[in-house]
């Protein structure tokens, strides 16, 4: 399975914009790249998902690099309530869908 | 849509007891998996079922079983419980193969600890 490479934690200001990168240089042509977070004492949600352009959601956007190798989820402006472990997974399309956890960015949010 | 449900939410058992953690969806969703999460871990996957009639194993099967009824519902037996297993299990469910664009959808979790 491919793997994906997080920052262990990260901080950001109340109401600034907050970049979350992930690594996956193994990924294959048919992966998905998907985000997931977990908010404290509850199980992991879905976020936003790509292929190969850019997407954007009610909940946040998502960057992926030209050669797909890295993307970044972007939150617009940060609220504590944002405060979450984002786990950034790549989701194959024609094999088996096993997908295995990392462990994910712990997202700390300054008042 | 009540989406995925698991029961029970908590449970305290007996080192050497046995149980089975529920967990059913109402999304027709092909695939179902199991996880465990430790304590300021991540998520490690246990058994997966990838249709109704199949189930395969995960990152840390051993210690456990499991049973894909129907479509519906995917359990997980602790056949005889170890303090290891004390955890946050988490059921999951999915569209499954080729479904690449559609997202897991979770359950809120049983919180399990073994005494």
């Known amino acids: 399975d491919a793997k994906t490479t997080q920052p262990n934690s990260m901080e950001s200001n109340e109401e600034e914009p907050v970049h979350l990168p992930c690594n996956h240089s193994t990924i294959s042509g048919t992966d998905y790249i998907h985000w997931y977070r977990q908010l404290p004492s509850q199980g992991p949600e879905y976020v936003i998902h790509g292929l190969t352009s850019n997407v954007n959601n009610r909940m946040a956007s998502l960057a992926i690099a030209e050669d797909r190798k890295s993307s970044t989820l972007i939150l617009h402006r940060a609220t504590l309530r944002d405060a979450a472990v984002y786990y950034c997974?790549?989701?194959?399309?024609?094999?088996?869908?096993?997908?295995?956890f990392g462990k994910g960015t712990r997202l700390h949010i300054l008042p | 849509n009540a989406g995925v449900t698991q029961t029970p939410k908590f449970q305290v058992l007996k080192t050497g007891q046995s149980m089975t953690l529920q967990c059913a969806q109402d999304m027709n969703h092909n695939s179902m998996y199991w996880y465990r999460q430790d304590p300021g871990m991540g998520l490690r996957l246990i058994y997966y079922s990838a249709s109704e009639g199949t189930t395969d194993k995960g990152e840390v099967p051993n210690g456990y079983n499991v049973s894909r009824l129907n479509k519906r519902e995917f359990s997980l037996r602790l056949e005889s419980a170890a303090p290891s297993q004390t955890s946050v299990y988490f059921c999951?469910?999915?569209?499954?193969?080729?479904?690449?664009?559609?997202?897991?959808?979770f359950g809120s979790g049983t919180r399990l600890t073994v005494v």
């Open positions: 997974i790549l989701r194959p399309m024609n094999r088996d869908d096993k997908i295995i």
């Open positions: 999951a469910s999915s569209g499954g193969r080729g479904q690449g664009a559609k997202g897991y959808t």
